[in-house]
């Protein structure tokens, strides 16, 4: 595929430009910065090269993850010598440091960061080069220059990021042995200013180096700062636990059982509940047997659940028993394989305690017993006696809706509509009823009963709102268009694109309207713009929608912004490469701003302005969510901060080498990791296409990749050779079909060919055919992003 890109103005791509917000920033002037969109060179630059262009291309590569090559283009640079302005050289020298840091080059990274310390002294970065130069030492385990450094740092910024350095001070001070001056650098970076959850990590870490160094009224003093911010409970229940063994430690053992008494009585569905219990229980403390078997129920010792309450009940009579007790008896039963029992337990709720709360429950839990033991006539009918005698209960619209549910999966189909319209009709409100009317609709669908589905669906379109609705009345239109009925199709269509603009179902009736095929790339790209006037239109939108009567442009930082703690704290974090660290305190004042659209703005175009890519795009989101607009209904502006295309020359270039449309590239890339290369997630996926580890070793062999590491896919540039690779190789194993590949981009393509087979080409009917509800809203996540990247950057 060729790429047509058209130039118009300015532009807008993936180089960030520094910015230096201090505690008492200045306010910029002029428009904001964007970045600037040059193809990734395939060799460094040379003399020849002018040194400003080639600072660019250098800097191209840091971004783009080639930390090698910006190296060797820094120092090509640099060797230039004379020929080089202060300013470009101190640049340089400054990029080398940073390229060789994140390469893992830690000498040659101290070595630069030497050079640009002795050559720039009056350079704004040179406390910043201090603190890259210490993580360097920390790199090379040279404790005693790495606490020099940091120190420095400090003295030459200080009230910034003092908790940070604090915490690297002292761990260099542990690592040398110096204890007592390593727990005082740890005690002063808790009481410096950081976000709460770092903050009460670092506690953490504190507690327990005092509690190995034998100070436990220490260790105590921090966990109880934790417990007066933390809201969490089981974080609670863990901070309790640990203070409590900080306690018992000590030779404290009054208090250390109190506490653990504490942790019992008040967090008892929490494993901490269960160890303080037993603690308890060896040291010859007596508790409540109905506690001990919440306890033990909540934890999965269901054995032990049922000797406590089979305990409480021999001692009181059946007023002082709760019904929860009964409720938590039988399932314990259950558990253990006790059906009998169980179903005993919970007729006790049912015949003793008609008027609690768990009434319902054990009603429910009679029924899923059934189920269980395989006795599904048994559970269907008795979740119908619970709708046909106890209508009244909430739990009422649940039992209908597992009947339905249970003879839609036991191949009674004709049943199963029945149940599900009874429940739309007796509980219509009901989250019962419009799941009910899905499994039904979809399921006349598949047994060709168009005019049931379409009926459903119909009645699913008038009783729904937002994405819901937006489904319902595609359905409703593909089902028209099928008996030939094309106006009632169009209306559906169009009812659908406008319930929830922003939506897969919105996506895909917009593009069945226009008569055009899913995923249809456009006739061109458009990559670049002219922002300036695009930045106007957007000011204007803003004006007028939030009824601003400021003078001057909109975008710059505002003064509660430019005095946020966080968000200094979180640019100097960013200056020095703690880039996981800065983006909490991004998270934390983008979320404590998210329904003002105009901080919002401000921080969106900052954000991206220094390269903070993932939080820039959630303060976009977040301009668009408070004003309540689709996001193509703002201003081009505003809805490409939302969906940019950062990486673009990488993106590019690896689009066109591998047929790729270049707007499915980035919109799997933003639904992946929000453009964040440092992106993982909890299987081990890493970098911007979240590549899994071995989907990774296989790709890393057929591109014959020299020496691959996992950590390599935090490179942009490999993350996305990466992704594209595997979703080059699944476009053609399925033939170009695009729903198909991404469902074997996510899911594998073992089960993307057993959900065509079923389908067969037909893109809606393939996604009813998708038995994993993740994957299926993957592939409409990524066709909604599709549909708004083909208006943003297409060009007719």
Same mark, same amino acid.
């Given at each position: 595929?060729? @790429? ?9 791509? &993936? ?10 920033? $200045? ?21 020849? @090269? ?21 190296? *060797? ?19 340089? $020298?400054?990029?080398? &440091?940073? =390229? ?17 310390? &002795? ?21 090379? =385990? ?85 417990? $007066? ?68 129920? #909540? ?8 000797? $406590? ?26 558990? @253990? ?8 337990? #919970? ?40 709708? +046909? ?18 003879? /839609? ?33 979809? %399921? ?39 008996? /030939? ?43 670049? #713009? ?49 880039? +996981? ?14 329904? +003002?659209?105009?901080? =919002? ?17 959630? *303060? ?28 673009? +020359? ?68 490999? &993350?996305?050779?990466?992704? %594209? ?8 194993? #399925? ?16 089960? %993307? ?18 038995? @994993? ?24």
């Amino acid at each position: 595929m060729s @790429i047509s890109v058209l130039v118009a103005g300015c532009n807008l791509s &993936g180089q960030p430009e520094v910015i230096v917000l201090t505690a008492t920033p $200045a306010v910029m002037q002029g428009p904001p910065p964007t970045p600037t969109l040059a193809p990734t060179p395939t060799i460094p630059p040379t003399p020849t @090269i002018e040194p400003a262009v080639a600072l660019r291309l250098a800097d191209r590569y840091l971004v783009n993850g080639y930390y090698e090559n910006a190296v *060797a283009a820094y120092q090509t640079i640099l060797a230039q010598g004379a020929g080089v302005s202060q300013d470009i050289g101190a640049a340089a $020298a400054f990029g080398l &440091g940073r =390229s060789a840091l994140r390469e893992g080059l830690f000498a040659d990274a101290v070595n630069a960061l030497t050079a640009f310390i &002795g050559q720039y002294p009056q350079d704004s970065r040179l406390a910043q080069a201090y603190f890259l130069r210490g993580d360097a030492h920390l790199g090379m =385990s040279r404790w005693a220059e790495a606490l020099a450094d940091f120190e420095m740092y400090l003295s030459l910024r200080p009230g910034l990021i003092n908790s940070y350095a604090h915490e690297r001070i002292a761990d260099a001070r542990l690592a040398l042995g110096q204890s007592e001056p390593a727990l005082t650098a740890y005690a002063q970076a808790a009481d410096e200013g950081r976000s709460l959850v770092p903050q009460l990590a670092l506690r953490e870490k504190v507690a327990r180096i005092y509690r190995t160094s034998g100070q436990p009224d220490a260790a105590l003093s921090q966990y109880e700062a934790i417990l $007066a911010a933390a809201r969490n409970a089981p974080y609670r229940a863990q901070i309790e636990y640990e203070a409590a063994q900080t306690l018992l430690e000590s030779g404290d053992q009054v208090a250390g059982l109190a506490r653990l008494e504490t942790i019992f009585d008040t967090y008892p569905d929490t494993p901490q509940a269960y160890q303080a219990m037993q603690l308890l229980a060896a040291n010859g403390v007596e508790l409540d047997d109905y506690l001990r078997g919440r306890v033990s129920y #909540f934890y999965g010792d269901y054995e032990g659940a049922i000797d $406590a309450f089979n305990a409480y009940t021999t001692g009181h009579i059946l007023s002082e028993i709760p019904a929860e007790l009964h409720l938590l008896l039988g399932r314990a039963y259950r558990e @253990i394989g006790s059906s009998a029992a169980a179903v005993t337990a #919970f007729q006790t709720v049912i015949n003793q305690y008609p008027t609690d709360s768990v009434f319902g429950e054990a009603l429910l839990e009679q029924g899923r017993t059934k189920f269980l033991a395989n006795d599904i006539e048994g559970a269907i009918a008795h979740y119908l006696s619970i709708a +046909d005698n106890y209508g009244y209960i909430p739990q009422a619209a649940e039992a209908l809706w597992r009947a339905g549910y249970l003879y /839609g999966t036991n191949d009674r189909p004709t049943e199963s509509q029945q149940v599900f319209e009874r429940l739309a009709d007796t509980y219509p409100d009901t989250e019962q009823a419009r799941s009910g009317l899905f499994l039904a609709a979809s %399921a006349a669908y598949k047994l060709n009963d168009l005019a049931g589905a379409e009926r459903l669906y119909a009645k699913l379109a008038v009783t729904t709102t937002a994405e819901d609705q937006a489904a319902a009345y595609l359905w409703v239109g593909r089902l028209a268009l099928q008996r /030939g009925d094309q106006q009632t199709a169009d209306q559906a269509f169009q009812l659908a694109a406008s319930a929830a603009p922003d939506s897969y179902f919105a996506a895909r009736a917009q593009d069945i309207l226009q008569g055009r095929q899913a995923f249809s790339p456009p006739l061109a790209f458009r990559f670049e #713009f002219d922002e300036a006037a695009q930045l106007a239109e957007a000011e204007t939108w803003l004006r007028e929608k939030l009824a601003i009567t400021q003078e001057g442009s909109l975008w710059q930082l505002s003064p509660p912004l430019q005095a946020d703690a966080r968000l200094i704290r979180g640019n100097e974090l960013w200056a020095v490469g703690a880039h +996981d660290e800065a983006e909490i305190e991004f998270r934390d004042v983008i979320d404590a701003h998210q329904e +003002d659209a105009l901080l =919002s703005f401000q921080l969106a175009v900052f954000l991206r302005g220094i390269g903070a890519y993932q939080p820039s795009i959630l *303060a976009a989101a977040n301009i668009i969510r408070s004003i309540g607009v689709g996001t193509l209904e703002a201003p081009p502006f505003i809805a490409r901060l939302r969906y940019p295309v950062y990486y673009l +020359d990488v993106v590019l270039d690896a689009a066109d080498r591998r047929n790729i449309d270049p707007l499915l590239l980035f919109s799997l890339i933003r639904h992946e990791s929000l453009f964040d290369t440092y992106a993982t997630a909890a299987a081990g996926e890493k970098g911007l296409t979240q590549v899994i580890p071995s989907t990774a070793e296989y790709i890393a062999q057929q591109l014959q990749w020299p020496d691959y590491q996992h950590s390599d896919l935090f490179r942009p540039y490999a &993350g996305v050779e990466f992704g %594209a690779y595997y979703l080059e190789e699944q476009l053609r194993r #399925f033939d170009e079909n695009v729903h198909a590949a991404l469902a074997g981009y996510n899911a594998g393509p073992g089960r %993307a060919i057993s959900w065509l087979e079923l389908a067969g080409s037909d893109p809606d009917s393939f996604m009813i055919a998708i038995t @994993i509800d993740s994957t299926r809203q993957y592939i409409e996540r990524i066709y909604s992003f599709y549909a708004i990247y083909r208006v943003l950057y297409g060009a007719a």
